[in-house]
């Protein structure tokens, strides 16, 4: 998991693009986006992350970084 990537994918898709590429790596297609990461795990790691950021972000109205802030921290969380 790359915190770049996923902000990169957070400030630059949309919901709808990122839920479209989710559905994709499900369905074991290429998505129309490019995706950064080392294998498609990886890369759908970062698309689940950006659209969890973005739903935040739409729910609480707070802004990126807060919202990128709390996801890294529930990871932190789970992992401890």
Do not use: W
């Not at 950064?36 to 973005?54: C, F, K, R, S």
Request: some cysteine.
């Amino acid at each position: 998991m790359k915190i770049a990537v996923i902000r990169f994918l957070a400030e630059t898709h949309s919901l709808d693009v990122l839920e479209n590429a989710e559905a994709a790596f499900y369905d074991e297609k290429v998505p129309e986006i490019e995706v950064p990461g080392d294998d498609e795990g990886e890369q759908l790691t970062h698309v689940i992350a950006a659209l969890e950021i973005l739903r935040e972000m739409e729910e609480t109205q707070c802004a990126l970084n807060v919202a990128l802030r709390n996801y890294t921290q529930r990871v932190r969380n789970s992992i401890s």
